[in-house]
C-alpha cells in the first residue's frame, strides 16, 4: 500500500510535472492523501495534503515546485488517519531532511519515545516520522548522511520501502524490506518507484531491489549494498522491461477496469504463448506436482478464487490440494513433500509472502504464479511461473484473473492428460463473451446497483466464480453480495429472500439441472433471478447464455460477464471502479 517515486536528474525542469505524472501511476496504490519535496541545493520544499493527486495537484501548486530532485507520496493509511499532517514526505526537526515510507514499523513507539526524550518534535502520528528524526540523531552524532541513513534503517522492525533526501545532496537514499522497490535508469535522470508502470513513459531499463538492501541513487549512478555492507554489482541486474507506457494508459476508455477487462483476450493470449515459451519448465513442475503427498494453493481475494477453481479440478483428479486464504496461513501445517502454489498478480502480498515463507522453512517446495516480473513472491519459490498479463492498474483484479485460470489450466491439462490445445481459443471465447453478454451485464449492473444485497450462488466449478462475482461487486460497487453453494442456500441464506430480492446464478453447463431445483426454490420466494449460463440454459429472468466448444474454456465466458456486472454496478452509481474506497491495489500490511 502507499506509492512512492523519487527522481534526481542533472536539470530541474519538467521534474514537477515528471513527478505528478508518475504520482498518477501510482494512485492506485492508496489514494488517502498526496505530498511533494522537491530539493534545489539547499533549499527543501514539502508540499503535502488530504486528497487525490489531482486536488492536490491543484491546491498546493505542486506545478510550480522547483528542483533537481523530487519525491512524491501517495498514501493508503496504516498509523494515523487520512489528514493533511500525516501526508508524507515527513520531515527532521531542521526541515533538512525529507522521508517517504511505504510499509508499517512495529517498533516506531519505542523509536519514537526515545526520540522524544533526545528533544526531537513530532509533527504526525505516523510511524515514519521516526526515520528523518533517526537520520538527523546520527548526523547530529558525527556520521556522514549515508551511514546515519543506514544506522537508522538498522534501527527499524517492519516493512519498509524508504526513500530520503537531504539537503544540499542531489541524490536519493533508499532502502527495502518486505515492500517493493525498483529503480528506473533514465538519461541523467534516475527514478526510483513503487512499481514500473510509474516510471514506464520515462525509461524501461530497470534493476530491481531486493530485500535487505540499501543503498543511493544521483542523477547519473546507482550504488547498492546489502545490509552486511557488500557492494552489489549493479550491471549484473540490469533488466529491459518489454511493456509499453501505453499499456499503463487508459486509450480512450473512461476507467482502466473496463480496459483491462477488454484487454482480457490480448492477455491470455499472451499468457499461454509464454506458457508454449517454456514447456520444459511446466513439465517440470507438473512431475514435481504429481509427486508431492499435498497441493497446498495459497492465494487473497481474486487469486484465491483462481486457487480455489484449481483445486476444486486437482482433487477431482485425485490430488489431495488445499485452498488457504493467505491471511490464515498459520493455521497449516506444511512439511518435507509439500508442494505450495502461491497465486499473486503482484508478487508482494504480504499474507502469501508471509505462508510461503512458513511453509518453505517446514521444507515444502514453493511453485508461484504473479504478473509482476521478480516480484518478491516470485524471487522467493522453487519454481515462478508468469502471467504475462501486463499492467494491471484498476484495484479490481480482471484481466489477470482469467490470465491466473489460463496457467491454471495449462497445468490442469498436463495432469489430466488434455491437450492443453484446447486453451488456444480461450482469447476467443473471451471476446465472443463480451460481444455477446455486455450489455445484457450493464443492464445487469444497473439494476443490481439499485440494491441492498445480493446473492451469487454456484455449485462445483461455478462456485469460485460466484464468490469472484460477489467479491467484485461488493468492492467497486459497494453493494453487499454474498457467494454461497447453490445447495447450501437452503441452510440458512435463503431466508433473506423474499420479493424482488436478486439472486445471480453462476451456471457453467456442468451442474445445470441441481442448479435448477435451486432456481425453482429461489422464484418460489420471489427472488428476482439472473444467470451467467454456458451452453445450457437454466431459465433465470434475465440470462446471459455463452457457448462454448469444451468444458475447460467455460470460466472464460464467464470472468468477463462477472466483472462487466460490477463494473456497470458501480457506474450506475457514479463511483470510480478504479478507486474503490479503503482499498488499495496491493496489500503489502499483515
Ligand atoms: O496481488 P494479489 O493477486 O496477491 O492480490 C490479492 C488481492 O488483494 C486482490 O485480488 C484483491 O482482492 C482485488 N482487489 C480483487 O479485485
Same mark, same amino acid.
Given at each position: 500500500?502507499?506509492?512512492?517515486?523519487?527522481?534526481?536528474?542533472?536539470?530541474?525542469?519538467?521534474?514537477?510535472?515528471?513527478?505528478?505524472?508518475?504520482?498518477?501511476?501510482?494512485?492506485?496504490?492508496?489514494?488517502?492523501?498526496?505530498?511533494?519535496?522537491?530539493?534545489?541545493?539547499?533549499?527543501?520544499?514539502?508540499?503535502?495534503?488530504?486528497?487525490?493527486?489531482?486536488?492536490?495537484?491543484?491546491?498546493?501548486?505542486?506545478?510550480?515546485?522547483?528542483?533537481?530532485?523530487?519525491?512524491?507520496?501517495?498514501?493508503?493509511?496504516?498509523?494515523?488517519?487520512?489528514?493533511?499532517?500525516?501526508?508524507?514526505?515527513?520531515?527532521?526537526?531542521?526541515?533538512?531532511?525529507?522521508?517517504?515510507?511505504?510499509?508499517?514499523?512495529?517498533?516506531?513507539?519505542?523509536?519514537?519515545?526515545?526520540?522524544?526524550?533526545?528533544?526531537?518534535?513530532?509533527?504526525?502520528?505516523?510511524?515514519?516520522?521516526?526515520?528523518?528524526?533517526?537520520?538527523?540523531?546520527?548526523?547530529?552524532?558525527?556520521?556522514?548522511?549515508?551511514?546515519?541513513?543506514?544506522?537508522?534503517?538498522?534501527?527499524?522492525?517492519?516493512?519498509?520501502?524508504?526513500?530520503?533526501?537531504?539537503?544540499?545532496?542531489?541524490?536519493?537514499?533508499?532502502?527495502?524490506?518486505?515492500?517493493?522497490?525498483?529503480?528506473?535508469?533514465?538519461?541523467?535522470?534516475?527514478?526510483?518507484?513503487?512499481?514500473?508502470?510509474?516510471?514506464?513513459?520515462?525509461?524501461?531499463?530497470?534493476?530491481?531491489?531486493?530485500?535487505?538492501?540499501?543503498?543511493?541513487?544521483?542523477?547519473? =549512478?546507482?550504488?547498492?549494498?546489502?545490509?552486511? /555492507?557488500?557492494? +552489489? #554489482? *549493479?550491471?549484473?541486474? $540490469? !533488466?529491459?522491461?518489454?511493456?509499453?507506457?501505453?499499456?499503463?494508459?487508459?486509450?480512450?476508455?473512461?476507467?482502466?477496469?473496463?480496459?483491462?477487462?477488454?484487454?482480457?483476450?490480448?492477455?491470455?493470449?499472451?499468457?499461454?504463448?509464454?506458457?508454449?515459451?517454456?514447456?520444459?519448465?511446466?513439465?517440470?513442475?507438473?512431475?514435481?506436482?504429481?509427486?508431492?503427498?499435498?497441493?497446498?494453493?495459497?492465494?487473497?481475494?481474486?487469486?484465491?478464487?483462481?486457487?480455489?477453481?484449481?483445486?476444486?479440478?486437482?482433487?477431482?483428479?485425485?490430488?489431495?490440494?488445499?485452498?488457504?486464504?493467505?491471511?490464515?496461513?498459520?493455521?497449516?501445517?506444511?512439511?518435507?513433500?509439500? =508442494?505450495?502454489?502461491?497465486?499473486?498478480?503482484? /508478487?508482494?502480498? +504480504? #499474507? *502469501?509472502?508471509?505462508? $510461503? !515463507?512458513?511453509?518453505?522453512?517446514?521444507?515444502?517446495?514453493?511453485?508461484?504464479?504473479?504478473?509482476?516480473?521478480?516480484?518478491?513472491?516470485?524471487?522467493?519459490?522453487?519454481?515462478?511461473?508468469?502471467?504475462?498479463?501486463?499492467?494491471?492498474?484498476?484495484?479490481?483484479?480482471?484481466?489477470?484473473?482469467?490470465?491466473?485460470?489460463?496457467?491454471?489450466?495449462?497445468?490442469?491439462?498436463?495432469?489430466?492428460?488434455?491437450?492443453?490445445?484446447?486453451?488456444?481459443?480461450?482469447?476467443?471465447?473471451?471476446?465472443?463473451?463480451?460481444?455477446?453478454?455486455?450489455?445484457?451485464?450493464?443492464?445487469?449492473?444497473?439494476?443490481?446497483?439499485?440494491?441492498?444485497?445480493?446473492?451469487?450462488?454456484?455449485?462445483?466449478?461455478?462456485?469460485?466464480?460466484?464468490?469472484?462475482?460477489?467479491?467484485?461487486?461488493?468492492?467497486?460497487?459497494?453493494?453487499?453480495?454474498?457467494?454461497?453453494?447453490?445447495?447450501?442456500?437452503?441452510?440458512?441464506?435463503?431466508?433473506?429472500?423474499?420479493?424482488?430480492?436478486?439472486?445471480?446464478?453462476?451456471?457453467?453447463?456442468?451442474?445445470?439441472?441441481?442448479?435448477?431445483?435451486?432456481?425453482?426454490?429461489?422464484?418460489?420466494?420471489?427472488?428476482?433471478?439472473?444467470?451467467?449460463?454456458?451452453?445450457?440454459?437454466?431459465?433465470?429472468?434475465?440470462?446471459?447464455?455463452?457457448?462454448?466448444?469444451?468444458?475447460?474454456?467455460?470460466?472464460?465466458?464467464?470472468?468477463?460477464?462477472?466483472?462487466?456486472?460490477?463494473?456497470?454496478?458501480?457506474?450506475?452509481?457514479?463511483?470510480?471502479?478504479?478507486?474503490?474506497?479503503?482499498?488499495?491495489?496491493?496489500?503489502?500490511?499483515?
Amino acid at each position: 500500500m502507499c506509492g512512492i517515486i523519487g527522481i534526481t536528474s542533472l536539470t530541474d525542469k519538467n521534474l514537477a510535472q515528471i513527478t505528478v505524472s508518475c504520482l498518477e501511476k501510482l494512485e492506485y496504490r492508496g489514494y488517502d492523501s498526496v505530498g511533494v519535496a522537491s530539493l534545489q541545493g539547499s533549499i527543501l520544499e514539502v508540499r503535502k495534503a488530504k486528497g487525490t493527486v489531482k486536488e492536490v495537484v491543484q491546491k498546493k501548486n505542486i506545478l510550480s515546485m522547483r528542483g533537481n530532485v523530487f519525491l512524491g507520496h501517495t498514501r493508503w493509511a496504516t498509523h494515523g488517519p487520512p489528514s493533511d499532517y500525516n501526508a508524507h514526505p515527513h520531515t527532521d526537526c531542521s526541515n533538512s531532511i525529507a522521508v517517504i515510507h511505504n510499509g508499517t514499523l512495529k517498533n516506531f513507539k519505542e523509536l519514537k519515545e526515545s526520540l522524544i526524550a533526545l528533544g526531537h518534535i513530532f509533527r504526525s502520528e505516523t510511524d515514519t516520522e521516526v526515520i528523518p528524526h533517526l537520520i538527523e540523531e546520527y548526523r547530529k552524532k558525527g556520521f556522514d548522511t549515508f551511514t546515519a541513513f543506514k544506522k537508522a534503517v538498522l534501527d527499524l522492525e517492519g516493512s519498509y520501502a524508504i526513500l530520503a533526501i537531504v539537503k544540499g545532496e542531489n541524490r536519493i537514499y533508499f532502502a527495502k524490506k518486505d515492500n517493493p522497490l525498483v529503480i528506473g535508469m533514465g538519461e541523467g535522470t534516475n527514478f526510483v518507484a513503487s512499481d514500473i508502470p510509474a516510471f514506464l513513459d520515462y525509461t524501461k531499463k530497470v534493476v530491481i531491489i531486493n530485500d535487505g538492501e540499501l543503498g543511493y541513487v544521483t542523477p547519473t =549512478s546507482i550504488y547498492i549494498e546489502d545490509l552486511r /555492507g557488500n557492494v +552489489i #554489482d *549493479v550491471t549484473k541486474r $540490469i !533488466r529491459i522491461i518489454d511493456w509499453d507506457a501505453q499499456a499503463a494508459s487508459k486509450e480512450g476508455y473512461p476507467h482502466f477496469m473496463l480496459k483491462e477487462i477488454h484487454e482480457s483476450a490480448r492477455a491470455i493470449n499472451d499468457t499461454i504463448n509464454g506458457l508454449l515459451s517454456e514447456t520444459e519448465l511446466v513439465e517440470e513442475i507438473t512431475e514435481r506436482l504429481k509427486g508431492s503427498d499435498r497441493i497446498i494453493v495459497i492465494a487473497a481475494g481474486t487469486s484465491y478464487h483462481a486457487g480455489l477453481y484449481f483445486t476444486i479440478l486437482l482433487n477431482r483428479l485425485g490430488y489431495t490440494a488445499l485452498p488457504v486464504i493467505a491471511s490464515e496461513y498459520y493455521n497449516i501445517n506444511a512439511k518435507r513433500g509439500d =508442494s505450495v502454489i502461491a497465486i499473486s498478480q503482484s /508478487g508482494e502480498t +504480504i #499474507d *502469501v509472502l508471509m505462508g $510461503i !515463507r512458513k511453509m518453505k522453512e517446514k521444507g515444502a517446495t514453493i511453485i508461484s504464479i504473479t504478473n509482476v516480473i521478480d516480484s518478491a513472491i516470485s524471487r522467493e519459490s522453487d519454481y515462478k511461473l508468469y502471467m504475462r498479463a501486463g499492467p494491471e492498474i484498476g484495484v479490481a483484479a480482471t484481466k489477470t484473473f482469467s490470465s491466473q485460470l489460463a496457467v491454471l489450466l495449462f497445468l490442469y491439462a498436463y495432469l489430466a492428460k488434455i491437450d492443453y490445445k484446447e486453451l488456444l481459443s480461450a482469447p476467443e471465447v473471451i471476446k465472443n463473451s463480451i460481444s455477446l453478454g455486455e450489455g445484457i451485464a450493464k443492464k445487469v449492473g444497473e439494476e443490481l446497483a439499485l440494491q441492498k444485497s445480493v446473492y451469487y450462488l454456484g455449485r462445483g466449478l461455478s462456485l469460485p466464480l460466484a464468490m469472484e462475482g460477489a467479491l467484485k461487486i461488493k468492492e467497486i460497487a459497494y453493494v453487499h453480495a454474498e457467494a454461497y453453494p447453490a445447495g447450501e442456500s437452503k441452510h440458512g441464506p435463503i431466508a433473506l429472500v423474499e420479493k424482488g430480492y436478486p439472486v445471480v446464478f453462476i451456471n457453467d453447463g456442468e451442474l445445470t439441472d441441481l442448479l435448477e431445483n435451486n432456481l425453482h426454490e429461489m422464484k418460489a420466494r420471489g427472488a428476482k433471478t439472473y444467470a451467467i449460463s454456458v451452453n445450457k440454459r437454466l431459465g433465470a429472468e434475465t440470462e446471459i447464455l455463452i457457448k462454448v466448444d469444451k468444458d475447460i474454456l467455460s470460466p472464460f465466458a464467464i470472468s468477463p460477464i462477472i466483472q462487466l456486472i460490477a463494473y456497470y454496478a458501480s457506474t450506475a452509481k457514479s463511483l470510480d471502479p478504479d478507486r474503490p474506497r479503503n482499498l488499495a491495489k496491493t496489500v503489502t500490511v499483515e
